[in-house]
């Protein structure tokens, strides 16, 4: 007896099997009207729809044998994967560690060498030794790279971008590590030696390293160049050529380049009959250009000022052409002095610009501090002033006038550099533009500062007053300065007290020895390199990274104040002097600051002392003791006095702390102390009988130096 499952499975096969040894056409529902008696169901379903319903059941069930194919069922291979796609990758091989992208013209530079960019066809999932071996093979020069090197990326935007530290994996870089960090290899890879620097000079026309670039004959020589190299060639071809000719057959050749015979010298002489004189500066030029200089000339016209201040725009016609007939000497150049050199040369400048307006500084006395401040950066932020011309300064609430003033002016120009403005910016009560222990100052790090310009007014300050012989910024660090008057950041020698910042000062020393660092100190130096993108410490890049730490942490974060610094210093004139002359010295060291009584004793001039029975000692003159007594009292005063006192003596004497030669000391009948600082002149009373209250009160006049100019 069959079972009810099977009663369906068992009807389907019959009919098919009736269908094919008879070849009937009937249906199953004939079939089964012949063989069982008619049923009934209480659904009834169509023959097809059973059909359908069974094999679709059969198929879920058996997938393998219940199939639309025909024929055997094969076993289904391992498909094999694809193949790995090939990338684009741009590639910068540079000659040394970078801070930034390379200059334009840096960039032909390094592809001559062999450097440069390229572009590597890079496999999506290539290993660290793949990326290797397709770096040899692109660049012959990387084979030379000892020390390690690192990846870098650049930012967007255009010119020259800062580049960043792309880090790599445990296994070293690979494909994926590269896609994920360039997002999808986007801009260009930077390629650094880490301790090394790779040679910069223009490889030959037939290296290997310009196979793949196109070349072209040069018209001269007929020999095929790389058109890199052509550009180079082409001017030395020219000079090469220009070179052999000698006596007659230059000659000839000249005049054949340039016309035929005659037709030379008749243009020649046309050329010579178009000239003409610009009606406003009195030069002759060629008629060609008259127009376009008569334009842009502006002789002796001046245009007013909207400012407060004088400011000559240019120099009067007599006053140009002076200056260009009686050129600057080269005296200063060749003067062992350096001092004697420095004043030689400034003092050339000033005569040069004798003749032009007058730079005008009003200063309030009677105003505060932060007013007073205020008013000497505004006057240093004005553009398009000549800073060799005359000064005039003038204080307002005081009777003083003269030289003394200006020198009033210069002197608290330098104090405020030195230990900052009285006024409020970024957050701070006292503005520094400079920061760090004596003798290792360097420029404030503060983006505020640096976006106000505030280190460029610090430039102009810094070589105005060294243009007019006043005091000097002291203290600054070594390798700033170095670096400032155009030295190398690698070369300079950075000491670990130059870096203001005592976090960043600790952690750096961390660095500095063989002593194993723990965890927290580890942590505290990786968080610190990987800010300023570099690697962490390990045992071999330990001195390595010490160095570069602190380089970036003293140099680095002051690229920009320094740029702004220089291009003060270059407004006022005094570049030349200082690219010229290094031994001159336009910061001095802390040292060199402090005033010693050796130093002041031999500028003074002191009171003859003339005989009382001299005919012309008048009866209100100083006896010859009192002037002897007070003479001495100075002297005491001075040899004990410190470094500190003696600057404010010699402030109140001259104006400023700088001492002159000719310091005059008179002894007169009055109640105080008072100076002519115009006159280099210190009046001291004859009335002071102990050197007790002769020191009390000249330590009191001198004091107050800050709130005048010293003229009491």
């Not at 000719?245 to 000839?252: H, I, K, P, S």
Request: charged content about 25%; glycine content about 6%; proline content about 5%.
């Amino acid at each position: 007896m069959n079972r009810p499952e099977d009663s369906e499975v068992v009807r389907s096969a019959r009919h098919l099997l009736s269908l094919l040894t008879s070849g009937s056409t009937a249906g199953p529902s004939q079939e089964n009207a012949r063989q069982h008696p008619v049923q009934q169901h209480p659904v009834q379903q169509h023959p097809v729809q059973q059909r359908a319903t069974i094999q679709t059941e059969m198929t879920r069930s058996f997938p393998v044998f219940f199939n639309k194919g025909r024929g055997k069922r094969r076993i289904t291979s391992i498909t094999t994967s694809k193949p790995a796609k090939i990338l684009p990758v741009n590639i910068y091989l540079l000659p040394r560690l970078f801070d930034r992208t390379p200059k334009e013209s840096e960039q032909l530079i390094h592809m001559q060498a062999g450097l440069g960019r390229k572009t590597m066809h890079l496999e999506e999932n290539a290993t660290y030794e793949e990326i290797c071996a397709q770096l040899k093979e692109m660049y012959p020069k990387f084979q030379e790279i000892k020390g390690g090197w690192l990846l870098y990326k650049s930012s967007g935007g255009w010119g020259s971008r800062k580049l960043t530290l792309i880090p790599p994996d445990e296994s070293g870089y690979n494909a994926k590590n590269l896609k994920t960090a360039t997002n999808g290899f986007k801009g260009v890879i930077y390629i650094a030696p880490l301790q090394m620097e790779l040679n910069t000079s223009a490889l030959p026309p037939e290296s290997e390293s310009f196979n793949e670039m196109p070349k072209e004959k040069c018209q001269r020589c007929g020999v095929s160049y790389p058109l890199l190299i052509l550009t180079t060639h082409i001017n030395t071809c020219a000079t090469n050529e220009d070179a052999e000719q000698t006596g007659d057959e230059a000659e000839q050749t000249n005049d054949a380049d340039q016309t035929n015979d005659d037709a030379d010298q008749t243009s020649d002489e046309a050329e010579q009959t178009k000239q003409a004189t610009c009606p406003i500066c009195q030069k002759e030029m060629s008629l060609d250009v008259i127009e376009i200089h008569a334009s842009f000339c502006m002789g002796d016209r001046e245009e007013p000022s909207t400012s407060g201040f004088s400011v000559p725009l240019t120099y009067t016609a007599e006053a140009s052409n002076a200056a260009k007939a009686t050129s600057m000497s080269p005296d200063w150049k060749i003067e062992p002095d350096k001092n004697k050199a420095a004043s030689l040369y400034t003092k050339e400048i000033i005569r040069q610009h004798e003749t032009g307006k007058s730079l005008l500084m009003a200063m309030d006395v009677r105003m505060d501090k932060e007013d007073q401040d205020r008013e000497l950066v505004a006057f240093y932020k004005q553009n398009g002033i000549e800073w060799a011309c005359p000064v005039r300064c003038k204080l307002q609430g005081d009777a003083a006038i003269g030289e003394g003033v200006t020198r009033h002016f210069f002197s608290t120009v330098i104090q405020r550099l030195q230990h900052g403005f009285n006024f409020n910016m970024g957050n701070t009560a006292r503005t520094c533009l400079f920061e760090g222990e004596p003798g290792h100052l360097v420029p404030s790090s503060s983006q505020f500062l640096i976006e106000s310009d505030l280190f460029l007014v610090a430039g102009r300050m810094i070589g105005h007053a060294f243009l007019h012989g006043g005091p000097r910024l002291a203290g600054v660090s070594q390798a700033i300065v170095h670096v400032l008057l155009g030295g190398s950041a690698e070369t300079a020698t950075v000491q670990i007290e130059d870096c203001p910042d005592h976090d960043i000062r600790e952690t750096i020393k961390l660095l500095d020895g063989e002593a194993e660092l723990s965890s927290e100190e580890y942590q505290a130096v990786l968080h610190l390199s990987l800010a300023w993108d570099l690697p962490g410490p390990t045992k071999e890049n330990r001195k390595w990274l010490f160095e570069r730490l602190l380089s970036h942490a003293v140099i680095g974060r002051r690229l920009r104040q320094l740029k702004q610094i220089r291009k003060g210093l270059k407004e006022t004139r005094v570049w030349p002097l200082l690219i010229e002359r290094k031994d001159v010295e336009i910061f001095l060291r802390e040292n060199e600051n402090s005033l010693t009584p050796s130093m002041l004793l031999q500028c003074i001039c002191w009171p003859s002392y003339i005989s009382e029975n001299d005919d012309d000692n008048d009866d209100e003159d100083c006896s010859l003791e009192d002037r002897r007594r007070i003479s001495w009292y100075l002297r005491h005063f001075i040899e004990t006095a410190s470094s500190s006192d003696l600057k404010n003596l010699v402030k109140f004497w001259l104006g400023w702390e700088v001492p002159e030669g000719n310091m005059v000391v008179e002894v007169v009948n009055s109640k105080m102390p008072k100076s002519s600082t115009c006159f280099n002149v210190l009046r001291l009373p004859a009335h002071y009988m102990d050197y007790s209250n002769f020191k009390d009160d000249l330590l009191m006049c001198i004091g107050t130096s800050e709130y005048g100019f010293g003229l009491v």
